[in-house]
């Protein structure tokens, strides 16, 4: 004897009901598929925005970090410049007071009264002005940001100071180009021995 299903299972097996379960079931994969499409769209989109932002802080931590140091060193040349111009104003005004001492002696008013004493008196200053003055330019040297101590004004230049500055010129050239040649030609030798080397 046979079963109708209408009859046993009420409508729950009829072609129209498995149809319907049929496109529920796919319209709740399609809707997972597309939760999963966008989830992993999320996750791609959120992993690439991650590492873009770890680039980007690396970027901002390496330029931060050479602005710091950059800033750093011209705050110390700022401040070596400031030095410098202090020095050389105290330098300055301390000519100037030696100008003024040196202008107020004009000894072609002295009278012979009392003319050794002034004499005396006018060496004294003339020597200290002096000292200050070549104490001065040998100080001056040590400037970095200024070459007017380098030569003391009135003094010629004579053969032999302009062979001391030839000399130290080309000393300075050697020791900024010995380090190359010595590179190059250790670097030539190397090759000479590869290429004569038994192979």
Known sequence: MELNPQTADGEAHSPERVRMRVEQARQQAEFYEQ????????????????????????????????????????????????????????????????????????PQNWSTEGFQARLREALAKLDRAE??????????????????FRDKPGEEKTPGRRLRDLGDMLLKGLAFHLPLFLLLLITWLISLWVMNSPS
Do not use: P, W
């Open 131 to 148: 000292n200050d003055f070549d104490e001065a330019y040998s100080m001056g040297r040590r400037f970095r940001h200024t070459d007017v």
């Open 35 to 106: 939760q999963r499409v966008l989830l992993e769209t999320q996750r791609k989109e959120l992993e690439l925005s991650n590492s873009q932002k770890a680039l980007f802080n690396a970027n901002l931590d390496e330029v931060g970090m050479r602005l710091h140091n950059a800033v750093r060193r011209l705050e110390q040349e700022l401040e070596s410049m400031d030095r410098e111009q202090r020095e050389v104003e105290s330098v300055n005004e301390c000519f100037k007071r030696h100008l003024q001492i040196l202008s107020a002696l004009q």
